[in-house]
Nanobody, 123 residues
């Protein structure tokens, strides 16, 4: 059973950067594609970025590709999402998720989810 735990969220000012972490346990992290999603109040969960098990294939949502970087350290069973130039519209709960196949932007394609970490950006 794969378990995921996010951390690194918090309060930020517009223009700040944050690094979110997702700790993977219960399985070999390199066996899984990892995705980051976010959900703002009253909105659907949306794709932010995904990275293949080996880390060589990365995908980003168009709205985030210039302001985010996803990377992983399989030796530490951790995946990261670095967010730059934060905007108030980035306020959301950020979730990491895992799937056994390649990167995919669809929420329904991921089998394991963490509990989320809150990011709040003020102007």
């Amino acid at each position: 059973q794969v378990r995921l735990e996010e951390s690194g969220g918090g309060m930020a000012q517009a223009g700040d950067s944050l690094r979110l972490s997702c700790a993977i346990s219960g399985s070999t992290s390199g066996d899984y594609t990892m995705g980051w999603f976010r959900q703002a109040p009253g909105k659907e969960r949306e794709f932010v970025a995904a990275i293949s098990g080996g880390g060589d294939d990365r995908h980003y949502a168009d709205s985030m590709k210039d302001r985010s970087t996803i990377f992983r350290l399989n030796a530490k069973n951790t995946v990261f999402l670095h967010l730059n130039s934060l905007e108030p519209e980035d306020t959301a709960t950020y979730y990491c998720a895992a799937r056994s196949w390649g990167p995919d932007p669809r929420v329904m394609k991921y089998d394991y989810w963490g509990q989320g970490t809150q990011v709040t950006v003020s102007s």
